[in-house]
């Protein structure tokens, strides 16, 4: 057998040789004792710059020797049953995407990510994961976006979410949830920056209304294709979402309850709804006073049972959970109670019931309500509401200002340049303007005091330097009036300057 570095240097058994530069870098490596860090592709995997593709292959284990440098890694469309905590060798310190979609993943283990500190985008979507176990997702800090739609998820284990601090947008779509999985928001280490919850195709049949109304002020929760039961609170929640607009709900009305005059509509709306308008209306208390404001568009007497919701600018209060002692009270018949008004109360306030109707654009649920001096309040919110306003309005101030001291500069403090050439006629102001310019010194005494300077604009005349003949002066001092000149001080029209002396 030939030795190991005749081998690599391509020696034959004639005694030839045959150079290989590949192989003298690989020996020079082995005997400076360096590690081998080549990055090689796995060959059922396709890599490019920085993307690795390993779809399809009909994987159960994964390759154990993937680059670490890519940052998108795409593992969908095999037969993956587990992620364990050693799925891969070395970490992915520049992995942003992974996809694991379309796999049979069942479990995974806890701190199976940890390799991942990076991580932006995971799909675990169309695998069969049932249970969401507390610090699945540990060490995913910076993941905005996490897709687990098309599983088999029956339970969300508290802490499931925990660490997901820059989490935004979470698919839960075609599981088999049956509770709302409230704990996502209130939870301790929980998403802080949840703006989009799809939860459709699940089996929900009811949701907590009154925290939908306060977290649907700050993002978007789908809930369509789900057997919810329509009753009163959940018409009311519908009807409210209908006016605003909320585009959860308007995009997909057709695959949620209530609808088309379905479901406990009259039951909901009997002797409630009232013949009054539903107008914007604003209502004003002093500070520590008590105010009751009715609900918009229902009857002074309340059906029994009626759940009215109110949504504050601070919290959102219903009518059946009432504190005697508590500082905002819903009556039976909807009539909010503000007891000892605060400042910081000030605002819009929603009333949401079900009334049975879908409402004009032109009408409104919400009322005003000012606490304090009104002219005080308004002049607030509109320097809250109109700032851009106000600074589009102070520069332009601001620039006729500068533009008008500019121009007082340049008729009051323009230097007299004509004084030297008093006997050169209009050599020295170029023959077009004149700076008339006066020295007090100058004044005779019976003359008015003059603030100093007077301009005169003459017609221009054609260019001596073109003429063969003698030069003539641009004009006769002697002869020139007022009329040709800006008035100054009390100087009739008419009046001939004689004296030259005043003259720059």
């Known amino acids: 057998m030939l030795p190991i570095s005749s081998q690599l240097l391509g020696k034959t058994s004639d005694g030839g040789s045959r150079w290989n530069p590949a192989a003298a870098a690989l020996l020079l490596s082995l005997s400076l004792g360096f590690p081998l860090s080549v990055a090689t592709c796995p060959p059922c995997c396709l890599c490019t710059s920085d993307i690795i593709s390993c779809s399809g292959r009909n994987l159960s284990t994964l390759p154990s020797d993937l680059p670490g440098y890519a940052t998108r890694l795409d593992l969908s469309h095999n037969a993956l049953a587990v992620l364990p905590v050693g799925w891969i060798s070395q970490p992915f310190d520049r992995l ?15 701190d199976a990510f940890t390799v991942t500190p990076h991580l932006q985008h ?27 739609f098309g599983n088999q998820i029956v339970q969300i284990n508290p802490g499931a979410f925990s660490n997901l601090y820059s989490l935004q947008r979470l698919y839960l779509s075609g599981n088999r949830l049956i509770a709302f999985p409230l704990g996502l928001y209130w939870e301790p280490g929980g998403p802080r920056n949840l703006t989009f919850l799809d939860l459709s195709y699940n089996r929900l049949s ?6 939908l109304l306060s977290l649907t002020r700050h993002g978007g929760i789908y809930l369509q294709e789900n057997p919810l039961v329509c009753e009163c609170a959940l018409l009311a929640l519908l009807e409210y979402w209908l006016w605003k607009q909320y585009r959860p709900l308007v995009d997909f009305r057709g695959e949620y309850p209530c609808r088309d005059g379905s479901g406990p509509v009259s039951e909901c709306s009997r002797e409630v709804v009232s013949d009054i308008p539903l107008e914007a209306q604003t209502y004003q208390v002093e500070p520590g006073k008590w105010l009751r404001v009715p609900c918009p568009g229902l009857a002074s007497q309340g059906q029994e049972g009626l759940v009215v919701f109110w949504v504050t600018p601070r919290t959102v209060l219903n009518s059946s959970t009432n504190d005697p002692s508590a500082h905002l009270i819903v009556f039976p018949n909807g009539t909010l109670e503000i007891r000892g008004a605060l ?63 500019l121009v007082l500069l340049y008729l009051y403090l323009t230097p007299c340049r004509c004084r030297e050439n008093r006997g050169g006629g209009s050599r020295g102001c170029g023959g077009r303007a004149f700076i008339l310019c006066s020295d007090p010194r100058e004044v005779e005494s019976g003359q008015r005091r003059s603030n100093g300077k007077r301009v005169a604009f003459l017609e221009p005349q054609a260019d001596d330097s073109d003429i063969g003949g003698p030069k003539t002066p641009a004009m006769n001092l002697g002869q020139v009036t007022t009329e040709g000149i800006l008035k100054n001080g009390t100087r009739t029209v008419g009046q001939t300057l004689m004296d030259t002396a005043h003259i720059a």
Request: aromatic residues 6%.
């Open 96 to 110: 942003a995407t992974l996809v694991l979609s379309r796999n049979s993943i069942s479990r995974i283990e806890v």
């Open 122 to 148: 995971l799909d675990l979507s169309s695998n069969q994961l049932m249970a969401l176990n507390s610090s699945i997702f540990t060490g995913l800090k910076e993941l905005k976006e996490l897709l687990l």
């Open 206 to 211: 009811e949701v907590p209304v009154q925290s």
């Open 343 to 405: 400042m910081e109360e000030s605002g819009m306030y929603g009333c949401v019931a079900a009334r049975g109707r879908h409402y004009d654009p032109n009408e409104s649920l919400e009322v005003y309500v000012v606490v304090g001096n009104r002219s005080a309040t308004a002049r607030g919110l509109a320097r809250g509401s109109s700032a851009e306003h106000f600074n589009t309005a102070f520069t332009t101030l601001a620039s006729c200002v500068v533009s008008i001291i």
